[in-house]
């Protein structure tokens, strides 16, 4: 069965600093690999996407996130935070069959301080 | 830009009653799903659907639920009988047919149950 572990529950940065959030995930074939943010009340957006090519990933807003199978991960990052990144992001890893559902991870809050 | 859209935000219902969820999904969309979110808590998958049938769904989505495609637009997700623990926030998702997974989100359904 596929899981995905946010180790960080709570991140607080200052605003301008670099960003990493860590997810780790557990699959048995070659995973596809989302992170999502929720601001409060608002529903899933996608940040990005990983499903095979180049290991370092680019999404909206600045993030990027790297795959490194060896260590099955998949962190997402941002050189510098702005005050509106505050929001809870999900890491979820897809199954390859045909239902395609996605397991999530439980999430991290960030917060950022002025 | 084409997105799922939900209703109702908000659905206050008494235990034991039945409760309709309604998505519409992207036009030329072919795969749906439901999720849930209890609060503070993790997504967690309910069910996938495709050409007209279930294609997998997880332990939570017992006898109480039923999902139905009943025109060219509409993705409802039926409780037949609700209990307190049904209370969450209900995501309905779509994607496309093809090699991208990505599954596009609503903004959810917040269902409450006293």
């Known amino acids: 069965a596929q899981s995905v572990t946010q180790p960080d529950i709570h991140i607080t940065v200052s605003e301008g600093a670099s960003l990493e959030l860590r997810c780790n995930y557990s699959?048995?074939?070659?995973?596809?690999l989302f992170w999502y943010v929720q601001s409060p009340g608002q529903g899933l957006q996608l940040l990005l996407k990983?499903?095979?090519?180049?290991?370092l990933v680019q999404g909206i807003k600045g993030f990027e996130a790297e795959f490194k199978r060896s260590q099955s991960s998949f962190n997402l990052r941002k050189p510098s935070v702005h005050w509106s990144d505050a929001a809870e992001y999900f890491c979820?890893?897809?199954?390859?069959?045909?239902?395609?559902?996605?397991?999530f991870g439980g999430g991290t809050r960030l917060m950022v301080k002025p | 830009e084409p997105e799922v859209t939900q209703t109702p935000s908000h659905q206050v219902t008494q235990m034991g009653q039945e409760v309709i969820l309604r998505c519409v999904p992207i036009?030329?969309?072919?795969?749906f799903y439901w999720y849930r979110q209890i609060l503070g808590q993790k997504v967690e998958f309910l069910v996938s659907?495709?050409?007209?049938?279930?294609?997998?769904k997880s332990e939570i989505f017992d006898d109480q639920f039923s999902v139905e495609r009943p025109d060219g637009s509409n993705f409802t997700l039926k409780i037949r009988s609700t209990k307190l623990e049904d209370s969450a926030m209900y995501f309905c998702?779509?994607?496309?047919?093809?090699?991208?997974?990505?599954?596009?989100f609503g903004p959810g359904t917040r269902l409450t149950v006293t």
């Open positions: 036009s030329n969309h072919l795969y």
């Open positions: 979820a890893v897809g199954a390859s069959n045909a239902g395609n559902m996605l397991t």
């Open positions: 990983y499903f095979s090519g180049d290991t």
């Open positions: 998702a779509s994607r496309p047919q093809g090699p991208s997974h990505e599954q596009y």
């Open positions: 659907f495709y050409n007209n049938e279930i294609s997998e």
């Open positions: 699959y048995g074939a070659t995973p596809y």
